[in-house]
C-alpha cells in the first residue's frame, strides 16, 4: 500500500518546495519499534525528501532523560520542529492523513519564523508572561 | 495550520504538543476526551472542536487565566 496519495505528495511538493530558512525535523523514536513508527518514520522520510532545507535527524537511542529534558520531550515517538530557534512545538503521533497539510503549514511558518497571526490576536498573546502549554489532541484518520 | 502552533511561534512563553490520541490513549481518559480535537491549557480542557482564530486565543487565554486563578487558591 502506498504511504502517500499522489495528491499528499503534490501537497508536500508545491508547500515545501521554496522554505525560506532551514527547518529539522527531529525524531525521538521508541525503544522498542512498531509498525506504526515505521511508518512515522517513513512519512517523516517523504517529507524531508520535499525540501533541501529540511533536515531530519533520527535519535534512535534508547531513552535518554537528560537529553529529554533539555529538548522537552516527555515520551517517544515524539517530533520536534525547529529552525535556529525552537519555538517549542512538539508532535507525538504521525501527523498523516488530514493532519499532514497543517503539518506542512507548521514546517511553513517555523521555516519564515511568523506565526501569521492577526494584529489583534498578537496583542492578546503578548499578554502572556507565564508558561501556557497546550496540547492538542487528535485522532487519526 | 495549528493554531496552537501559530501561538507557539507567536510567544516564547507558549509551547504545544500535537497529540495522535492512537500513540497515548491515556491522555484522551486522563481528559476526558469524547470530541475530536480537543485542547488542553495548562493540564485544562480549554475547548473543544475547530474554533476560529478569535475564539480559539479566548478560549487558551481564558482557560489560562481559570488554571492560574484556581492554583492561587
Given amino acids: 500500500m502506498e504511504l502517500l496519495s499522489e495528491q499528499q ?3 508536500l511538493r508545491e508547500r515545501l518546495h521554496d522554505l525560506s530558512n532551514p527547518v529539522t525535523l527531529l525524531y525521538y523514536t521508541p525503544d522498542v519499534a512498531s ?3 515505521r511508518a512515522e518514520r517513513m512519512l517523516l522520510e517523504e517529507v524531508a525528501r520535499a525540501s533541501d532545507l529540511l533536515h531530519l535527524e533520527i535519535l534512535a537511542d534508547r531513552w535518554d532523560a537528560a537529553r529529554e529534558d533539555a529538548v522537552g520531550i516527555a515520551r517517544t515517538p515524539a517530533i520536534v520542529l525547529r529552525a535556529d530557534e525552537d ?3 512538539r508532535y507525538y503521533g504521525a501527523p498523516d492523513g488530514y493532519e499532514l497539510e497543517a503539518f506542512v503549514g507548521v514546517i ?8 501569521a497571526l492577526s494584529e489583534a490576536s498578537r496583542t492578546r ?8 502549554h497546550i496540547e492538542v489532541l487528535i485522532a487519526p484518520t | 495550520m495549528s493554531l496552537s502552533a501559530r501561538l507557539a511561534i507567536e510567544s516564547r512563553w507558549i509551547t504545544t504538543d500535537v497529540i495522535n490520541i492512537a500513540v497515548l490513549p491515556y ?4 481528559y476526558g476526551v469524547d470530541n475530536i480535537p480537543t485542547t488542553v491549557v495548562n493540564g485544562r480542557k480549554a475547548c473543544v472542536g475547530t474554533l476560529s482564530e478569535d475564539d480559539f486565543v479566548q478560549a487558551i487565554l481564558a482557560t489560562a487565566a481559570a488554571r492560574e486563578a484556581a492554583s492561587r487558591a
Avoid: D, K
Wanted: charged share 20%; proline share 3%.
Fill in chain 2, 27 to 30: 491522555l484522551a481518559v486522563r
Fill in chain 1, 125 to 132: 498573546v503578548r499578554q502572556v508572561v507565564a508558561p501556557l
Fill in chain 1, 108 to 115: 511553513r511558518a517555523v521555516s519564515e519564523g511568523r506565526s
Fill in chain 1, 87 to 89: 519555538f517549542g512545538i
Fill in chain 1, 35 to 37: 509498525a506504526a513508527t
Fill in chain 1, 9 to 11: 505528495r503534490q501537497l
